[in-house]
């Protein structure tokens, strides 16, 4: 059952006044600002391409309430069955290399955000720690299972997220304790990359900088900050603990203040064919964390201005040398986990506090018009950066790549190449399932012909492009022969063009398609995993429910 936060009449009131009197407000932009300086040609072209996103949803691509939900699993995390291990894990084989991304879930944080979606205990460091010295000691027991269910003794591991929750939110002793069992567990010569989502409040100060030495210490190397916005007022509408003076020094401490594994150098070595040992990552460092930096558009209270500003301080951040990442996020009002934060009590009373379906829009569409002016590009969706080869192995690596992915934690998920795990919820279950010797999911799903076909094309097609060869080697057909009717109607709309990307033949996103990708690789749901009912979609010519046969999926004329 869906956990559900509260909102009382005087809360609501008070984030009420609050939305109100920002909403009014202009930003004092940075001096020489490009927006301001650009304004008019911005606005022209943004004005432009969410013109084209109406047409779109007039088409039947994009429902008409102008809700949103992201296009992160196949199927939706929402939608897993509850099933048992001998149910999911009987037939399951390793893959052949052996090897996996792994993801681990930390549930602490010491207040619930505004706009988050995940369950978790709430307290400080002090407050919660009783319960985290149990959690971790129940972590570290599902490891030992999940190897005995693999038959390893230590996880081939590629790329690594620690999420929440805020896993940097624990006593530095506890967090070194968390940081060893992990990684004795697994093969660190393997890893191309390790990344924790971390918030800025635990990174500053004595205990903040014994969090990032220690991250170091045990092969960390990319941090993602989810500083959500550099606008004071609506950073307190987000309940963030965060200011934007605190966001600066976590930012500085993770750039200027430490020395982690330069796996950017290991890598190249280990394409050259070098035996990669753990000395040799213990002595190959580099100054400062990768660090990515993320922002979302359409909250409360948040206009076009508001928006542009917090993403030219971000543009100027970057261009300073301290960030080398800039994500923006689309705010999900209903939930997307297995709790309904606050932020979907405060739309179902007053939608008006928020910004309408082309508001949000232009917000993107904004921002991204200033991430060009300076020198930033898409990389993985939504991820903007200078360099190409700056970006996220975990996720390209589980959407794009779709290598077998286990994860750790309450809430966790494993995405296997032909099934889907999801952890419980609850805490009581996951410490009574890890006590019987069981693995700690209760939900999963595992995909026959026709949904691996959805699967292998939504994800990457989401993300980066659906590779030929990577799909006919997944599927043993090829990927002209699938979804031919889709295609054709997705490419005669302009969002889907037939190329070669870094010479492998693909199928990939136009830039219009880019900017509605989720509702593009939503296209492939089958008819039971579409987010919105038919009756909330315009039925035209991109109607996702069209076309959307068996039949049509595996290319039976």
Not at 10 to 31: G, L
Not at 56 to 85: A, D, E, M, N, W
Not at 269 to 294: S, V
Not at 382 to 402: E, F
Request: hydrophobic share 35%.
């Amino acid at each position: 059952m869906l956990a559900k936060t509260e909102c009382s009449d005087s809360q609501y009131q008070a984030i009420r006044k609050k939305v109100r009197e920002v909403e009014k407000t202009t930003p004092q932009f940075v001096e020489n600002s490009l927006y301001v300086k650009h304004r008019d040609e911005i606005m022209k072209n943004a004005r432009k391409r969410v013109d084209e996103v109406l047409e779109l949803q007039k088409k039947g691509l994009i429902c008409t309430t102008g809700k949103f939900v992201p296009s992160v699993h196949y199927p939706p995390i929402t939608q897993y069955p509850f099933h048992t291990q001998e149910e999911i894990m009987s037939t399951y084989k390793n893959p052949e290399d052996n090897t996996f991304d792994i993801y681990v879930h930390i549930p602490y944080c010491a207040q619930h955000c505004s706009f988050c979606h995940y369950p978790g205990e709430l307290g400080s460091c002090a407050e919660l720690r009783a319960n985290q010295e149990k959690y971790l000691s129940y972590l570290e027991r599902e490891m030992d299972i999940y190897m005995k269910v693999l038959g390893v003794e230590k996880i081939k591991t590629r790329a690594i997220l620690f999420g929440g929750g805020t896993p940097s939110h624990m006593d530095p002793d506890l967090f070194e304790r968390m940081m060893k069992f992990f990684t004795d567990r697994i093969d660190r010569t393997t890893v191309t990359q390790f990344n924790f989502d971390v918030d800025e409040y635990s990174l500053v100060g004595e205990d903040g900088m014994k969090r990032l030495q220690i991250m170091a210490k045990y092969g960390v190397d990319r941090l993602t900050i989810g500083s959500q916005s550099l606008h004071p007022e609506i950073l307190k509408l987000m309940f963030r603990r965060a200011t934007v003076d605190m966001i600066m020094e976590a930012v500085d401490n993770c750039r200027n203040k430490i020395s982690c594994v330069d796996y950017r150098k290991i890598n190249q070595w280990r394409e050259e064919g070098r035996e990669i040992t753990q000395e040799l990552l213990d002595n190959t460092q580099r100054k400062g964390f990768i660090l990515n930096l993320e922002f979302i558009f359409g909250f409360m209270g948040v206009n076009v201005d508001i928006f542009a500003d917090t993403i030219e301080r971000a543009c100027l951040i970057h261009q300073q040398g301290l960030i080398d990442e800039i994500q923006l996020y689309r705010l999900k009002v209903d939930a997307y986990g297995d709790f309904q934060g606050i932020i979907g009590l405060l739309y179902d009373r007053e939608p008006s506090l928020f910004p309408d379906f082309e508001e949000n829009m232009m917000q993107k569409a904004v921002a991204e018009e200033i991430l060009k002016l300076y020198g930033l590009k898409g990389n993985l969706r939504r991820v903007y950066t200078k360099d190409p080869y700056i970006y996220s192995h975990y996720a390209y690596n589980q959407c794009c790549a779709q290598y077998d992915q286990i994860g750790l934690g309450l809430t966790a998920f494993s995405s296997l190449r032909d099934r889907f795990l999801l952890n419980t919820d609850s805490f009581d279950e996951y410490y009574k399932l890890i006590d019987s010797g069981k693995m700690a999911f209760n939900r999963g799903y595992i995909r026959d012909k026709e949904q691996q076909l959805r699967w292998s094309i939504a994800l990457p097609l989401k993300n980066t492009e659906v590779r030929k060869d990577r799909f006919e080697k997944i599927n043993g057909m090829p990927l002209e022969n699938c979804f031919k009717k889709k295609w054709k109607k997705l490419m005669d709309n302009g969002l889907v063009v037939d190329k070669p990307i870094l010479g492998y033949p693909s199928y990939t996103l136009t830039e219009l398609g880019k900017f509605v990708a989720d509702e593009c690789a939503e296209e492939f749901n089958s008819n039971e995993f579409l987010p919105w009912k038919p009756e909330e979609y315009i039925h035209g010519e991109l109607f996702p429910y069209d076309d959307n046969t068996t039949e049509d999926a595996l290319g039976i004329i």
